[in-house]
T-cell receptor
């Protein structure tokens, strides 16, 4: 089967750091995406990891461990505008389909 | 670059009518397009994968006769919700994956802005 797990909701304070975890079990693996989605809008691309390790891009970093089926998205220097849903998604092999997790709703408070 | 548009952005219709949603890749050729549905506070659920010039591949549980998909060109895919009912009210999002050599990551997909369908 295919399963992607991430916390439903998280709350953090403006200026702080937050880590959103994602574990996955999928039929084949061809990379993992993180997307940001504001309410009523389409997802926007944040990161793509296909090799183990940490990828840093400004305030956002993404980590992948393929052997553990685990990834996290790290958001630094949180801003109010970072309040959104963060979707973990796995690209499988074969059909090249992207399977999405349920998303983590992040609330940033002042 | 890599912009995907959807039309309309929102639509309200009466129960029993059909609604067509267009998805266009504006500055690249998309060999594959995907259609997703998203209910409030839920994640994106893949409905079907659409390849140019061939029949769409539907996910389990998605009625192909109700959700008609046509991918007539490398820049356009359409989703028609036939005989829509209130339970079909949802946010429909398309995404497009460029062909090889398009200058972007082959594995990346680009999302349209979504279409909010409300069936009365």
């Amino acid at each position: 089967g295919q399963n992607i797990d991430q916390p439903t909701e998280m709350t953090a304070t403006e200026g702080a750091i937050v880590q959103i975890n994602c574990t996955y079990q999928t039929s084949g693996f061809n990379g993992l995406f993180w997307y940001q989605q504001h309410a009523g809008e389409a997802p926007t691309f944040l990161s793509y990891n296909v090799l183990d390790g940490l990828e840093e891009k400004g305030r956002f970093s993404s980590f992948l461990s393929r052997s553990k089926g685990y990834s996290y998205l790290l958001l630094k220097e949180l801003q109010m505008k970072d309040s959104a849903s963060y979707l973990c998604a796995v690209l499988n092999t074969g059909g090249f389909k992207t399977i999405f997790g349920a998303g983590t709703r992040l609330f940033v408070k002042a | 670059g890599a912009v995907v548009s959807q039309h309309p952005s929102w639509v309200i219709c009466k129960s029993g009518t059909s609604v067509k949603i267009e998805c266009r890749s504006l500055d690249f050729q998309a060999t594959t397009m995907f259609w997703y549905r998203q209910f409030p506070k839920q994640s994106l659920m893949l409905m079907a994968t659409s390849n140019e010039g061939s029949k769409a591949t539907y996910e389990q549980g998605v009625e192909k006769d109700k959700f008609l998909i046509n991918h007539a060109s490398l820049t356009l895919s359409t989703l028609t919700v036939t005989s829509a009912h209130p339970e079909d009210s949802s946010f429909y999002i398309c995404s497009a994956r460029p062909g090889q050599g398009a200058g972007v990551s082959y594995n990346e997909q680009f999302f349209g802005p979504g279409t909010r369908l409300t069936v009365l």
